[in-house]
């Protein structure tokens, strides 16, 4: 069945007469009669009572007009949508970002994009990096901001953000009156980290053990607000990118720079290598690397830290 021989039965339907049908499209007469024809045939009914002087439908021939209506009103919506989405005004992103970094920055992503497309639905996963890259790879999310470095060979990836690594501390602490912190001094401290799950596990043990020593765990979590309580209950000590400081409301907990610090919180935006991207998909995509940037990372200056 092709939809060109429906789209004749129903112009003759709607005349109720092959000549006046084809005297009101681009079909001749013959045409229209070749294809009601052939679409009897293969329904394996007759759709016009013919005896009468105009065409009548038979029960058959109702069906079948009332289902082509049904189907041709739904190719026409088709346009519409497509076009809806050409022009941005539907559709649904799935991004993945860890508790830390939706913390920072997506309620700002989300403000800044529903201004642009108030109609695009943007879906949170908050999931630690290593489970946020395995389901972009899988398909399950469209866009992942992850701790880089990252597969290059697995991921089409943008720089983000960088930021700088602090010590976290409680104003009591010995430490808390230094002007700055080198790695080495942490040696004999209790760290609160992040769980196994998440990049900056690895990250800060690993700049530990090169600085010649492994950091002695006391507690891990998820939830960065509960490692910032964790510190301010005197249960120890963590390193945190800067621009946290500015999200915990912790009077007792003080920030110092690392002395000679390497240590650099760089975030970049993953999607997976020769995958489809909406249309959606690629304006966020577009707004993010635009650098409509939601955090300032300059912390240095313009921030009441508590020294």
């Known amino acids: 069945m092709e939809f060109r021989d429906l789209k004749s039965f129903m112009e003759v339907a709607l005349h109720k007469s092959f000549t006046t049908a084809a005297a009101n499209s681009y079909l001749t007469q013959p045409s229209l009669s070749k294809a009601v024809k052939k679409l009897e045939e293969e329904l394996r009914v007759e759709l016009f009572d013919r005896s009468t002087r105009h065409l009548r439908l038979t029960d058959a021939g109702r069906i079948v007009y009332q289902q082509s209506q049904k189907a041709f009103a739904a190719l026409s919506e088709l346009n519409v949508l497509l076009d809806d989405l050409r022009d941005i005004t539907?559709?649904?992103?799935?991004?993945?970002?860890?508790?830390?970094?939706?913390?920072l920055f997506f309620p700002e992503i989300a403000r800044s994009f529903q201004e642009r497309y108030p109609k695009v639905s943007l879906q949170l996963v908050e999931l630690g990096a290593k489970l946020i890259g395995k389901l972009v790879e899988e398909g399950e999310i469209d866009l992942g901001i992850v701790v880089l470095p990252a597969s290059d060979a697995t991921f089409n990836i943008s720089p983000f953000i960088e930021d700088e690594f602090v010590l976290f501390?409680?104003?009591?602490?010995?430490?808390?009156?230094?002007?700055?912190?080198?790695?080495?001094?942490?040696?004999d401290e209790k760290f609160i980290l992040f769980s196994e799950d998440f990049t900056l596990h690895d990250y800060i043990i690993q700049a530990c053990e090169k600085d010649g020593f492994t950091p002695d765990i006391s507690y891990q979590s998820s939830q960065?607000?509960?490692?910032?309580?964790?510190?301010?209950?005197?249960l120890g000590i963590t390193l945190l990118p800067r621009s946290i400081y500015r999200k915990q409301n912790n009077e007792n907990v003080k920030i110092?720079?690392?002395?000679?610090?390497?240590?650099?919180?760089?975030?970049?935006?993953?999607?997976?290598?020769?995958?489809?991207?909406?249309?959606?998909l690629k304006e966020l995509l577009?707004?993010?690397?635009?650098?409509?940037?939601?955090?300032?990372?300059?912390?240095?200056?313009?921030e009441k830290e508590k020294q």
């Not at 110092?256 to 959606?280: E, M, N, V």
């Not at 577009?286 to 313009?302: A, R």
């Open 90 to 103: 539907t559709g649904e992103v799935k991004i993945g970002i860890p508790p830390l970094i939706g913390t």
């Open 169 to 187: 501390l409680h104003e009591e602490h010995k430490l808390a009156q230094q002007a700055a912190v080198s790695l080495a001094e942490l040696k």
């Open 286 to 302: 577009k707004m993010l690397e635009e650098g409509i940037h939601f955090v300032q990372c300059d912390n240095h200056q313009n």
């Open 256 to 280: 110092k720079p690392l002395k000679h610090s390497q240590l650099y919180w760089k975030l970049g935006i993953i999607t997976k290598k020769d995958a489809y991207q909406s249309y959606a």
């Open 224 to 234: 960065w607000d509960l490692i910032i309580e964790l510190v301010s209950s005197k």
